[in-house]
């Protein structure tokens, strides 16, 4: 079976880069399932229902997260009202939503996704190692494909993850950092991995926000407002094959797509 992730959707121009693009993409390569993570879908900072309602119609899955998933008031009884919306797993209890998806294809495979975020250079959240582990023991063993959403800083954090699961988990997908890496791989026990898959929207930006403001705040060490740039759109993926009676991935590919 074929996976797609689709990486960091940020603010409007990601969006539209993925209502434009998805649709033919999941198509054309014959996609069995979609998980697309949104934390950055409203303005580059979190959900909103409309951001949700906008996106709901699209050959989308699942969705995952990360830390900006709690930036807007307004979506976080998402997390609570839609089981396919995720945010990471090693939050404390009591926060809403919850961090694992066991959803079907169309032929009735089950996948389940999980979310997990990094401790390196992020919130001092509980180890997201250990919580890999709760998860996979409580998850049902006839579930073999497995997609796993680091939320990540660090890439030697991220690159942890992918050895402490290989083999146990069909894929570890990094996010976080917006930037795509250039070692997409099968790591030794058939785990496909890529360390940051790269974010879906403008490129002529840093990290998908105006230059000119994210300089202003380097430079001058006082907050300035981010504003989500609009040039050079792409959608950022990974495309993932699998044997669904194993769990084992058979290949990773990055994708790049320019959005005309």
């Known amino acids: ?155 030697s954090e991220k690159q942890a993850m992918g050895y402490h699961l290989d083999g146990r988990v069909s894929a570890v997908v990094g996010t976080h950092t917006h930037v795509p890496t250039a070692d997409a791989r099968l790591l030794p026990s058939g785990t496909a991995f890529i360390t940051d898959v790269g974010m879906t929207g403008p490129y002529e930006s840093i990290i998908g926000f105006r230059s000119d403001r994210v300089l202003r705040r380097f430079r001058l060490r006082t907050p300035s407002p981010f504003e989500v740039a609009k040039d050079d759109v792409r959608l950022a993926a990974a495309l993932i094959e699998i044997d669904q009676r194993s769990g084992r991935a058979q290949s990773i590919e990055p994708l790049l797509i320019k959005a005309e």
């Open 1 to 155: 079976m074929r996976l797609l992730f689709v990486g960091d959707v940020i603010g409007k121009p990601g969006r539209q880069a993925v209502a434009r693009l998805l649709p033919e993409l999941v198509d054309r390569r014959r996609v069995d399932y979609t998980v697309v993570n949104i934390e950055n879908a409203a303005g580059g900072f979190g959900i909103t229902p409309e951001v949700l309602d906008e996106l709901q119609d699209l050959p989308i899955d699942c969705y995952t997260s990360g830390n900006h998933i709690w930036d807007k008031k307004a979506g976080l009884p998402l997390l609570d009202e839609r089981a396919n919306l995720l945010r990471p797993a090693n939050y404390p209890s009591g926060n809403p939503g919850r961090g694992v998806h066991v959803g079907e294809t169309a032929a009735g495979i089950p996948v389940a996704t999980l979310n997990l975020e990094g401790q390196v250079f992020m919130s001092p959240l509980d180890s997201p190692f250990d919580e890999a582990d709760t998860l996979l023991e409580n998850l049902d063993g006839k579930v073999k494909v497995i997609l796993v959403d680091f939320h990540a800083e660090a890439t």
